[in-house]
């Protein structure tokens, strides 16, 4: 299981998510942390950033080490890139 650092401006934005959507993300991270399943690519525009799709939504994190994620922020896709 890998462990969460949620970095300040990713928390705040997954509090402006309605319950519905966090829970979503939430779910999606916890899974990707636990099996490593998730639909996750390696972005070639940011050095060493990863993305995760959970619907319209996109969360961006980095591996500190292979049991630590980072996460940076939630996006809305159309906003996102």
Known sequence: MKRFVWEPAARSDLRRLDRETAMRILLALTRYGSV????????????????L???KWRIFFDLDSPDVVRVHGIDNRGEAY
């Not at 690519?41 to 060493?48: A, I, N, Q, V």
């Open 36 to 51: 490593g399943d998730g639909n996750v690519k390696r972005l070639t525009d940011r050095e060493g950033l990863y993305r």
């Open 53 to 55: 799709r959970v619907g």
